[in-house]
């Protein structure tokens, strides 16, 4: 006859071990926002900082129409969303124009403080983010030159954490930049109108889709 103390030890000693062997529960995946879903364009707001083009859906599509001026839309609920450690991913193609077809203006740690990542501005190929201590994406080093064509598709993927901006067209890696102890803002003029989240273009039409945000977290 077993000693009641002694099968009692056996049985939690048995249901340990099958605890440790247990595989360990894989992290939770983090919340992805999905800021347009090519249903409605019922989270956006369009603004007219005179000469813009209107803001429509056509086709599942978010279409920014050619203005005279900047042109575009803000998300209206960007107070519910991360202003660091997060990454926005959307498709983009230029339908017609000459000038930059993303002008994506997102928040730098907090609403008040935003800059502006551009894909084709002066003349359709200058790819940056502005501005960084008071320079332009022309003129500071997120600066590159990339070849968009009309009517195809690019993916692009921004990163922002406290201390570094990145950014991906498609799979190649093009902005990596530092912004500890630099001044991030937008560029004066049109774009103040359209902080802290929003799509635009300039003096061109494009097309976005599958535009989402999602957190990350900052790799030390």
Not at 110 to 139: E, M, N, Q
Not at 173 to 192: H, T
Request: glycine share 10%; with cysteine.
């Amino acid at each position: 006859m077993k000693h009641p103390t002694l099968t009692a030890l056996l049985v939690l000693g048995t249901a340990f071990a099958a605890a440790e062997d247990k595989p360990a529960a894989a992290p939770e995946a983090p919340k992805e926002f999905v800021l347009f879903n090519g249903k409605s364009l019922d989270d956006w707001e369009s603004v007219d900082v005179g000469g813009s083009g209107v803001v429509e859906m056509e086709g599942g599509l978010m279409i920014i129409n050619q203005g005279e001026n900047v042109s575009g839309a803000i998300y209206k609920k960007a107070d519910t969303l991360p202003t660091t450690n997060y990454e926005i991913t959307l498709e983009a193609k230029r339908l017609q124009g000459v000038d930059f077809f993303v002008g994506l203006t997102f928040p730098v740690g907090d609403l008040k403080h935003c800059a502006t990542l551009i894909c084709g501005g002066w003349g359709g190929s200058v790819t940056g983010i502005s501005s960084i201590d008071g320079f332009d994406a022309s003129d500071n080093n997120t600066s590159s030159y990339q070849r968009y064509k009309d009517d195809e598709w690019y993916a692009i993927k921004l990163r922002v954490t406290p201390t570094n901006l990145s950014v991906w067209l498609g799979d190649k890696q093009i902005i990596d930049e530092d912004i500890e102890g630099k001044k991030i803002s937008v560029r004066p003029g049109p774009m103040e109108s359209y902080l802290p989240l929003s799509l635009t273009t300039f003096n061109t039409t494009s097309a976005i889709r599958n535009v989402k945000l999602t957190p990350v977290t900052e790799k030390k």
